[in-house]
């Protein structure tokens, strides 16, 4: 089946909609380098995807706690100090615009994440966009990490809509790829990742940025 123009968008969270930048300071703050969050965010998805396919569930921030554990000397409380950045968080700079384009075109916008609740919420706030996304999800909700299938079917549910008029923009290649098996229409563009992973099946949309993402999906037929 062709995609469709969706009647509502879902937003990944972490790097996709805020900067993890205060994240990374408070590691260097206590002395670690600021490179190293990629490969603790990294370790912490790793985390959460293996406890999903094993049949067991555990929250982002028991995940991510875990990965600082294991590649980090930190002490519990300063572990926590690096959690509590993701409290801190703001939008990038291009993300008002977008949910901005989408309102003005009548298409609803959600956040979907499996970071902890409060996280997009704080952010959204922040930014002073929080009327321009109908609602924020978490799958801690049904405990189940994207790119589960049933993350992506609960949303669609949630927002009540065919999984074919959703669609999920990220930047990440895993989430965008979970998405499209789930029926929903994919859209990527990049910020971490320099292109959309070879390895898998290309997605309705891949863009230069999410302005270009945006535009993509309102472009698609009706």
Same mark, same amino acid.
């Given at each position: 089946?062709? !995609?469709? =123009?969706?009647?509502?968008? @879902?937003?990944?969270?972490?790097? +996709? *909609?805020?900067?993890? $930048? &205060?994240?990374? %300071? /408070?590691?260097?703050?206590?002395?670690?380098?600021?490179?190293?969050?990629?490969?603790?965010?990294?370790?912490?998805?790793?985390?959460?995807?293996?406890?999903?396919?094993?049949?067991?569930?555990?929250?982002?921030?028991?995940?991510?706690?875990?990965?600082?554990?294991?590649?980090?000397?930190?002490?519990?409380?300063?572990?926590?100090?690096?959690?509590?950045?993701?409290?801190?968080?703001?939008?990038?700079?291009?993300?008002?615009? !977008?949910? =901005?384009?989408?309102?003005? @075109?009548?298409?609803?916008?959600? +956040? *979907?994440?499996?970071? $902890? &609740?409060?996280? %997009? /919420?704080?952010?959204?706030?922040?930014?002073?966009?929080?009327?321009?996304?109908?609602?924020?999800?978490?799958?801690?909700?049904?405990?189940?990490?994207?790119?589960?299938?049933?993350?992506?079917?609960?949303?669609?549910?949630?927002?009540?809509?065919?999984?074919?008029?959703?669609?999920?923009?990220?930047?990440?290649?895993?989430?965008?790829?979970?998405?499209?098996?789930?029926?929903?229409?994919?859209?990527?563009?990049?910020?971490?990742?320099?292109?959309?992973?070879?390895?898998?099946?290309?997605?309705?949309?891949?863009?230069?940025?999410?302005?270009?993402?945006?535009?993509?999906?309102?472009?698609?037929?009706?």
């Amino acid at each position: 089946m062709s !995609a469709r =123009r969706p009647h509502v968008v @879902a937003f990944d969270v972490n790097e +996709t *909609l805020l900067d993890l $930048s &205060p994240v990374r %300071a /408070e590691l260097v703050e206590l002395g670690l380098p600021g490179h190293l969050l990629a490969t603790v965010f990294g370790r912490t998805l790793q985390t959460g995807f293996a406890a999903t396919v094993a049949g067991t569930w555990l929250p982002f921030r028991a995940a991510f706690d875990s990965a600082l554990a294991q590649l980090t000397d930190l002490a519990d409380d300063d572990r926590a100090r690096v959690a509590d950045a993701f409290l801190e968080l703001s939008p990038h700079p291009d993300v008002e615009p !977008a949910l =901005r384009r989408l309102t003005a @075109a009548g298409v609803r916008a959600v +956040t *979907l994440t499996h970071g $902890s &609740p409060g996280v %997009a /919420e704080a952010g959204l706030e922040r930014g002073g966009i929080t009327p321009l996304v109908e609602r924020t999800l978490s799958s801690e909700t049904v405990r189940a990490w994207k790119p589960s299938r049933e993350a992506y079917l609960w949303a669609a549910g949630t927002c009540g809509v065919a999984p074919e008029r959703l669609a999920l923009v990220a930047a990440h290649g895993w989430d965008v790829l979970g998405a499209t098996r789930a029926g929903l229409t994919g859209a990527w563009f990049p910020r971490g990742e320099r292109v959309y992973p070879p390895a898998y099946p290309a997605p309705a949309v891949v863009a230069p940025d999410l302005a270009g993402a945006v535009e993509a999906l309102l472009a698609l037929p009706a």
